[in-house]
């Protein structure tokens, strides 16, 4: 699938709440973080950062998209449920 984000006509104030003002980042679950990084890997995504224990179990990995949107690969355990 393709998915594009396109910035907002308008602003909202600043909070200290995400909520309030919009996304914050976006969550790709993909079954398996490596072999999901080597491909992006071979599209030229970079990964500042290493893999870390994701909230409620399994793994995530955190990069930016060109325009600096802050994107995650999400790697749950089988068992898991949203």
């Known amino acids: 699938f393709w998915l594009e984000i396109y910035q907002a006509d ?4 600043e909070t ?3 909520k309030l003002r919009g996304w914050r980042h976006l969550a790709v679950r993909v079954p398996s973080l490596e072999a999901a ?3 992006l890997e071979s ?5 500042p950062e290493n893999v870390k224990p994701a909230g409620g179990g399994g793994r ?3 990069f ?3 325009e600096g ?3 995650h690969l999400v790697e749950r355990p089988t068992d898991f449920h949203a």
């Open 64 to 66: 930016k998209d060109p």
């Open 60 to 62: 995530v990995l955190f």
């Open 69 to 71: 949107n802050l994107l």
């Open 43 to 47: 599209r030229g995504v970079a990964f």
């Open 37 to 39: 990084k080597v491909e």
């Open 10 to 13: 308008f602003s909202l104030r």
């Open 16 to 18: 200290s709440d995400n």
